[in-house]
């Protein structure tokens, strides 16, 4: 989990919208890789243990399994989608789009990678940060500039689009039903890319230089 990055993450339960305290015991060069996040509001504890960390609610009931994409646009096609000509901010890649994650890296200019819910075999290397979830994403409303999902579970769409800054950009299976706050863009076969409209509370923005 990228240092910078947990400023941006919010406790998923029930409650008013808080920063995490971070407890790390391991970091590598600006990562955490091992530690914990805890919520100054409900007291709750999130494990991260190898650069990954869980704030899937152990009571909740287990999510339906999703609709997953069965095909995934390229990686240049994704940073065209999503507007990535700068590194400021942070990209929110949902499920199998954490696929492209290490494509995305190699292109100039590209922003910190936040990887929810990647599938078992993509590893969380230099750049990347990684945490699972439940259906809402434990990000900050309006905080990352642009936010890929890869099915089309209504809560998760639209805790994406809450999540996704005024103006940022918001990747989903074209079968997914478009949340209120969003105006399309495009779509094709596969996808449809949207952009914010109402304005979200409490942006923050990172910029990060790398090297």
């Known amino acids: 989990m990228f240092i910078e990055l947990v400023d941006?993450?919010?406790?998923?339960?029930?409650?008013?919208?808080?920063?995490?305290?971070?407890?790390?015991?391991?970091?590598?060069a600006r990562h955490v890789r091992e530690g914990t996040l805890g919520c100054p509001v409900?007291?709750?504890?999130?494990?991260?243990?190898?650069?990954?960390?869980?704030?899937?609610?152990?009571?909740?009931?287990?999510?339906?399994?999703?609709?997953?994409m069965p095909e995934l646009p390229e990686a240049e096609e994704l940073a065209a989608m999503l507007g990535l000509t700068d590194p400021l901010g942070f990209v929110v890649l949902v499920g199998a789009w954490a696929?492209?994650?290490?494509?995305?890296?190699?292109?100039?200019?590209?922003?910190?990678?936040?990887?929810?819910?990647?599938?078992?075999?993509?590893?969380?290397?230099?750049?990347?940060?990684?945490?699972?979830a439940d259906a809402a994403l434990p990000v900050a409303v309006g905080a990352a500039r642009g936010v890929a999902v890869d099915d089309a579970e209504?809560?998760?769409v639209e805790s994406a689009a809450r999540t996704t800054?005024?103006?940022g950009r918001l990747v989903a299976p074209?079968?997914?039903?478009?949340?209120?706050?969003v105006r399309e863009l495009a779509?094709?076969?596969?996808?449809?890319?949207?952009?914010?409209?109402?304005?979200?509370?409490?942006?923050?923005?990172?910029?990060?230089?790398?090297?």
Not at 8 to 28: G, I, K
Not at 42 to 67: M, N, Q, W
Not at 174 to 181: E, I, Q, R, S, T
Not at 192 to 201: D, K, L
């Open 8 to 28: 941006a993450l919010r406790c998923p339960r029930p409650h008013e919208e808080s920063w995490l305290v971070l407890s790390a015991t391991r970091l590598e």
């Open 42 to 68: 409900c007291h709750a504890e999130y494990p991260i243990e190898g650069g990954v960390a869980d704030f899937r609610v152990k009571e909740r009931a287990t999510l339906a399994p999703s609709e997953a």
């Open 99 to 132: 696929r492209r994650a290490d494509a995305l890296l190699d292109l100039l200019d590209a922003p910190p990678l936040l990887l929810v819910d990647p599938p078992a075999d993509v590893p969380i290397g230099p750049g990347l940060s990684g945490l699972r």
């Open 154 to 156: 209504a809560a998760r």
């Open 165 to 167: 800054r005024a103006g």
């Open 174 to 181: 074209v079968h997914a039903a478009l949340p209120a706050g």
């Open 187 to 211: 779509r094709d076969a596969r996808v449809w890319v949207a952009e914010r409209e109402a304005t979200p509370s409490a942006p923050i923005t990172l910029h990060v230089r790398r090297g």
